[in-house]
């Protein structure tokens, strides 16, 4: 697994925990980089950190999670965090910001991959580190200093000129398309830390065709999750520097989740990593043949974007009636419906949002079945319409 998270790259990323469940890995995470009480931690408002899991980082680590918003890729609004990050840098009045977190693959925006361009600056982006630690603040550094380093610039024209405060930092100009490589710089600049929630690491990892160290080289710890695509029944792991992982030893011991039967969790992990690039890349392969598919029926009912489909993820936007409804309907199977289709076809959705409903693929779902959720899909978008 050290592998894979990147043990070998430039020995940051040599120490890693598991953990018996998920359900520690966002309390831990957050407890071993915000370590006085009151610290803030900066993440997305619609984030699986903030959304789904019971305030745990208010409960537990008595840290100020603050929500900004979310941008349509799962990104931060980079001047929104920007803004926060320095009102609290140095002040004694605002709560001070340890950490930001990331989410990649991003949940909530149906498994979009955190923008691949940031990763193509990784040189560019160590030197423009070093030079940010190096230089007081108020010092400016202009990106002509360093040429080569406008980030992005080779993406699609998304450059714009920076804000007046960001370039007197030295930042690039900030732009939509390399978002995790800014909000590294920004974080860096102003004392915090990252934290990746990479549940879905190896999807993202797989929609980039890069190795997961290549993502995670941009962060400062990262978790991960063996129970998601890869199918193991459960198991959890996080990765980050040394001082870090012994204080998340520390707290995952103190919330009850030691173990010393993890063994039997690693081996169920290591079947989950065993092809698991091909098993993701066949999860991925069928969300996109489903979208295109749903999409090929034209319902007024169910509405889907698969240029929006970048992992194992289908966000269906449903109209005229309630997700959960038509999620009820998905599941149930009449005799009529057997005899049109041949076989008992029960298609397993979740309702998302008041307007949307979220399919995810994994390695039991295989490219048969997701044509016959097609049928099924057919079927019931065709009852319902008439
Ligand atoms: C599943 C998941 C987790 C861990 O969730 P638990 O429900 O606590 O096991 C964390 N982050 C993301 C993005 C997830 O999808």
Same mark, same amino acid.
């Given at each position: ?157 998304? /450059?714009? *000129?920076?804000?007046?405060? +960001? ?7 900030? %732009?939509?398309? @390399?978002?995790?490589? &800014? ?124 240029? /929006?489909? *970048?992992?194992?993820?289908? +966000? ?7 997700? %959960?409804?038509? @999620?009820?309907?998905? &599941? ?55």
């Amino acid at each position: 697994m050290s592998a894979c998270c990147g043990q070998a790259e430039r020995g940051r990323w040599v120490p890693e925990e598991s953990m018996p469940s998920p359900a520690l890995l966002p309390s831990v995470s957050v407890m071993g980089h915000c370590r006085r009480r009151g610290s803030q931690l900066l993440l997305g408002q619609e984030c699986h950190l903030q959304v789904y899991e019971q305030g745990g980082v208010a409960q537990l680590a008595g840290v100020l999670a603050n929500p900004l918003p979310d941008l349509p890729h799962g990104t931060l609004d980079l001047a929104e965090l920007q803004r926060v990050l320095a009102r609290g840098h140095g002040s004694p009045y605002h709560p001070v910001c340890e950490l930001v977190c990331l989410e990649n693959t991003h949940c909530s925006s149906g498994g979009r991959v955190l923008p691949i361009d940031y990763l193509r600056q990784g040189t560019v982006l160590r030197l423009r580190w070093h030079m940010t630690a190096q230089v007081p603040h108020t010092q400016s550094w202009s990106p002509h200093q360093a040429p080569d380093s406008r980030p992005c610039d080779s993406s699609g024209g998304h /450059t714009q *000129e920076p804000p007046g405060d +960001l370039s007197s930092l030295g930042l690039a100009p900030l %732009t939509s398309a @390399c978002p995790a490589f &800014q909000v590294h710089l920004l974080a860096r600049t102003y004392g915090a830390r990252i934290h990746l929630d990479g549940a879905r690491l190896m999807n993202a990892a797989v929609a980039l065709r890069v190795p997961p160290a290549h993502i995670v080289e941009h962060c400062d710890s990262v978790s991960f999750c063996f129970s998601k695509g890869l199918g193991a029944p459960g198991g959890a792991l996080v990765g980050g520097p040394k001082d870090f992982i012994e204080e998340a030893w520390r707290f995952r011991k103190a919330l009850g989740g030691g173990m010393r039967q993890s063994g039997v969790l690693a081996a169920a992990a290591l079947v989950g990593l065993a092809g698991a690039e091909e098993a993701l890349l066949q999860d991925h392969k069928n969300a996109q043949r489903f979208a295109k598919g749903l999409q090929e029926l034209a319902s007024p009912v169910c509405s889907v974007d698969p240029a /929006t489909v *970048e992992t194992n993820m289908v +966000l269906v936007r449903v109209n005229g009636l309630a997700p %959960t409804e038509l @999620c009820q309907r998905l &599941q149930v199977v009449s005799a009529d419906e057997v005899a049109q289709i041949g076989r008992a076809v029960h298609v397993l959705v979740f309702p998302w949002t008041e307007q949307s409903v979220r399919a995810v693929w994994h390695r039991d779902i295989s490219t048969q079945d997701t044509d016959l959720a097609l049928r099924k899909w057919a079927l019931v978008l065709r009852q319902l319409e008439s």
